[in-house]
């Protein structure tokens, strides 16, 4: 389940609200149309979108914006709950069989853990569980970094659009110079797309990218508590060592489990099993 992160927009606001006051501060009141340039605003994002095209093809261009869009997105799953639920589902399938499992998927959202748990249900080994669901996560982590690498790519051409369209502003008004009316609008060019080149890249896409791929880390981080918990379903794993294996992957002030009662369940398993 996934929940608005107002955090994007709301940095994106305080960047421009916080560059509007710095402008008025300095005394410029004379307008904000006087930082509103058409043939700056062509010169950059054309310049971008057309090196993108150019960069990408059509397929990976298309997710530009689903891939803008998972930056206003967060994902509300915890790791403390993950963790619950596979000691719930340790617990089921030592009392009643992994069979047992199969009517746990009705209340089970995430399609990874669905279907880690209908590999383990299968019967399939460990270890190629295991294999199957880290190939899975190779795969995810590739799709993330080429998505976010359109918008890397952005932020870099955004402000070498912004020079483009200084020089172009520069020798506009060398070429005009016996006419004052003119060194005005063409130094606005000049100077205005590299503020617009500059204020995309480092407000808008390249913030964007790396809130992307932290959020891909992120994820990658709970798709591995996944795979240790549908393994330790499958080997059938004392529901109290499962938790403090899994526990591992939490902050050491967020690990709530009985150490002496794990110990006593880890040595209970050693003398069933002798």
Not at 232 to 240: L, R
Request: net charge negative; hydrophobic share 45%.
């Amino acid at each position: 389940m996934k929940k608005f992160d107002i955090l994007t927009p709301l940095g994106i606001v305080v960047g421009l609200a916080m560059m509007l006051l710095g402008i008025f501060s300095s005394g410029g009141t004379g307008g904000l149309l006087s930082f509103f340039q058409v043939s700056s605003i062509f010169i950059v994002v054309g310049g971008v979108a057309g090196a993108l095209l150019i960069n990408y093809n059509l397929n990976e261009l298309q997710i530009t914006f689903k891939v803008m869009k998972e930056a206003f997105n967060k994902d509300q799953q915890d790791a403390r709950t993950l963790i619950q639920t596979f000691v719930k589902l340790s617990d089921k399938a030592r009392r009643e069989g992994l069979l047992a499992l199969e009517t746990e998927m009705e209340d089970i959202e995430d399609k990874f853990i669905r279907k880690g748990i209908l590999l383990a249900v299968d019967g399939i080994e460990p270890d190629v569980i295991g294999d199957i669901l880290n190939a899975e996560i190779s795969a995810m982590e590739e799709r993330h970094r080429k998505g976010r690498g359109i918008l890397e790519k952005a932020g870099e051409y955004a402000p070498a659009w912004g020079m483009i369209g200084t020089l172009i502003g520069l020798i506009l008004m060398l070429r005009n110079l016996s006419d004052p009316s003119t060194l005005g609008p063409n130094m606005a060019i000049a100077l205005l797309t590299t503020l617009y080149g500059s204020l995309l890249a480092n407000l808008v896409f390249l913030p964007m990218a790396a809130k992307l791929a932290n959020k891909s880390e992120e994820e990658v981080f709970m798709k591995q508590i996944i795979v240790e918990g549908v393994i330790g379903v499958q080997s059938g794993q004392n529901p109290k060592i499962l938790e403090e294996k899994l526990s591992a992957f939490l902050p050491a002030d967020q690990r709530n489990f009985d150490e002496e009662e794990v110990e006593n369940d880890i040595l209970g398993e050693t003398v069933n099993e002798a």
